[in-house]
Every structure is written in C-alpha cells, then in structure tokens.
Nanobody, 128 residues
Framework: EEQLVESGGGLVEAGGSLRLSCTASGFVADVDDYAMGWFRQTSGEEREGISCISWSGASTHYSESVKDRFTISRDNGANILHLQMTSLKPEDTAKYYC???????????????????WGKGIQVTVSS
C-alpha cells in the first residue's frame, strides 16, 4: 500500500524554524519517478500549494507566501521529502500535507489536483 507519512511538525514561536519530512513507502515505482509537493490548509480555507519539486530535484517552485523562507528538497535514495521552514509567521499555522504524483517531467505543479497520493498531514502552529 502506498503511503506518505509527514513528520517534524509542532509548535514554534514566530521567527523560528521547523523542518518537515515526508517518508514514502509502498510505491511500486521508484520515488524518483514522482514529482512531490507540500500543501497546507487551515480550517475554513482552501488548500494552498506552497512548494513542489520535480522528480530529479532540478526544478522547484514556491508560492509567494513562502518564497525565500521555505526550502524544499528530496533524498531519492532514502525516499524522503523535506521542507525547511524559516522565519515562521503566525499565518503559517496550518495542517501541512505532502503529496506526490507520477511524473518524469522537468517541472512540477502547485495545483493539488495534479497530485495523486497524499499524506494525512501534520500540524504546524506558530505562536506570536
């Protein structure tokens, strides 16, 4: 069974940092055949795509809300996706989800409808 499991969330003060990880398991194809991404959602709000990375890691994209503060990376050998979050703000408080989709393209998408597999999410809370 395909699984994506997020870890590393929690409570942090504004200005602090957290590193989220997403471990993939049970996929028939190698993880490097997939584009991956991070999304977040707060209660009552639409899901927001915040970062994605192509299968090779050569291409990354960020939403304006996290650009220059968050960094996405992947370790295909270990089947792990990371999101390094710095300069955190209270408005970054949300449930964060990782996702992946089969892709050998050069780029990636921030549109959640383009992703096939999803983790269950992990809470990040930033206090002011």
């Amino acid at each position: 069974e395909e699984q994506l499991v997020e870890s590393g969330g929690g409570l942090v003060e504004a200005g602090g940092s957290l590193r989220l990880s997403c471990t993939a398991s049970g996929f028939v194809a190698d993880v490097d055949d997939y584009a991956m991404g991070w999304f977040r959602q707060t209660s009552g709000e639409e899901r927001e795509g915040i970062s994605c990375i192509s299968w090779s890691g050569a291409s990354t994209h960020y939403s304006e809300s996290v650009k220059d503060r968050f960094t996405i990376s992947r370790d295909n050998g270990a089947n792990i996706l990371h999101l390094q979050m710095t300069s955190l703000k209270p408005e970054d408080t949300a449930k964060y989800y990782c996702a992946e989709t089969p892709s050998n393209g050069a780029s990636c998408s921030l549109d959640g409808d383009d992703f096939e597999y999803w983790g269950k999410g992990i809470q990040v809370t930033v206090s002011s």
